[in-house]
């Protein structure tokens, strides 16, 4: 089911409480954007089973809808084969019977919201992505372990599926790939574009001094990378992304921020290539205030995209209404986003040039800033999130 098919609901705000369980998902920036979504039409409650110790505690999630209070409720539980153990925990923790819906995201957590569901209770699967899916990605990446892993990765995701009432694909590459290798269950797949969300707190960083001075300059070119990975990220993602940013401050004269990582991260992965004086590392750890910051004064954000799955960066620009140069392989992931109306799309080989470009016309980049706004309200916003749960839960 595409989202634009459901775009006539009318929306009520409508007094309902659900619960999300995760195994660690809930705290990516799509799924906090999601839950926050839900507050929109009552109360959410988390329940996160992956952690050491069992407890409870209030949290701040926020989005474009503003900042909600949401419970979260700590039950270790890492193995299906104590699913019934699982199972008796949580129901010693919340009450089962006053949820309107459960949510849940793929594996043990599906399990669970199936096991424990009562009569009239929706379960609704958080397709998050399908490994089998990204085979081709991982292959360029030589992960060829996930060769081993195809068939199995096939037949859990639709074992998942079939224990849901719907599941929500947060990206059209997955979404289409699950059209297709599910047929017999298309009529629970569902296509709907996460909000951005955040948790509001204190920085990790002590010391983020470096970040706002650089902020306080203000018209910068903006991108992400982290170079203290290791492996094939490091290879095929974080380094290619890193090199990006240096060819921009090479030929540019315009301060580019390059935030994930360190000065120290740089010299370990480039010993011998020396950063330019306009290259500026501000590290990782910084709060979401900081982060905001960040981007409130960047006059370019570059994100490189890899692989054909939900991009919590690409998100994020989009949610601060930067004007952001791509490359093909959003078109896989969110084939609504127009080149030259909501970003800009580019190729690995031309991203630098084509940043250059777009860095001395001020008009483009004032339309793009626009587009990227109309694309997150139209394809990604909280209210559109909410208006098809209140659709789907409903039915």
Not at 227 to 251: C, D, T, W
Request: charged share 25%; proline share 4%; glycine share 6%.
């Amino acid at each position: 089911m595409e989202v634009n098919e459901i775009y006539n609901v009318n929306f009520l705000v409508v007094k309902m409480r659900f619960l999300y369980i995760s195994n660690g998902d809930v705290f990516n920036r799509h799924e906090l954007g999601f839950v926050a979504a839900l507050n929109t039409l009552g109360n959410v409650d988390v329940i996160e089973l992956k952690r050491e110790e069992d407890g409870v505690e209030r949290g701040l999630v926020g989005s474009d809808n503003g900042v909600w209070d949401v419970m979260f409720y700590y039950v270790p539980c890492r193995n299906i084969i104590y699913l019934t153990r699982c199972g008796t925990l949580i129901e010693k923790v919340v009450d089962l019977d006053r949820y309107y819906a459960v949510f849940a995201a793929p594996r043990l957590p599906v399990f669970l919201a199936k096991s424990l569901s009562k009569s009239g209770q929706s379960v609704i699967l958080r397709l998050l992505s399908i490994r089998a899916a990204k085979l081709r990605d991982n292959l360029r990446f030589r992960a060829y372990e996930d060769m081993a892993v195809f068939m199995p990765s096939i037949i859990a995701n639709m074992i998942y599926i079939a224990n849901s009432a719907y599941s929500i694909t947060v990206d059209h590459a997955t979404y289409a790939f699950a059209l297709r290798t599910y047929p017999m269950l298309r009529g629970r797949l569902l296509k709907l574009y996460p909000p951005y969300g955040f948790m509001p707190g204190d920085s990790k960083q002590e010391d983020y001094s470096k970040v706002l001075e650089v902020v306080d300059r203000g018209d910068y070119v903006l991108g992400f990378t982290t170079l203290s990975k290791s492996g094939a990220y490091l290879k095929f993602e974080a380094k290619p992304h890193a090199v990006v940013l240096y060819q921009i401050a090479r030929k540019a004269n315009i301060d580019v921020v390059l935030a994930g990582s360190s000065l120290d991260d740089w010299r370990r992965v480039f010993p011998s290539l020396k950063p330019p004086p306009n290259l500026h590392f501000v590290g990782a750890g910084f709060g979401d205030s900081v982060l905001a910051k960040l981007y409130s004064k960047a006059r370019l954000f570059v994100m490189p995209i890899t692989n054909r799955n939900i991009s919590n960066r690409l998100l994020e620009g989009l949610f601060y209404g930067k004007p952001i140069i791509t490359t093909e392989v959003v078109k896989y992931i969110h084939p609504e986003l127009i080149h030259g109306v909501h970003v800009f799309i580019s190729t690995w080989d031309s991203i630098v040039d084509d940043a250059i470009m777009l860095l001395r016309n001020d008009d483009i980049l004032k339309k793009r800033e626009r587009g990227a706004k109309e694309a997150y309200n139209r394809f990604f916003s909280t209210r559109l999130n909410a208006e098809v749960v209140k659709k789907i839960v409903g039915d």
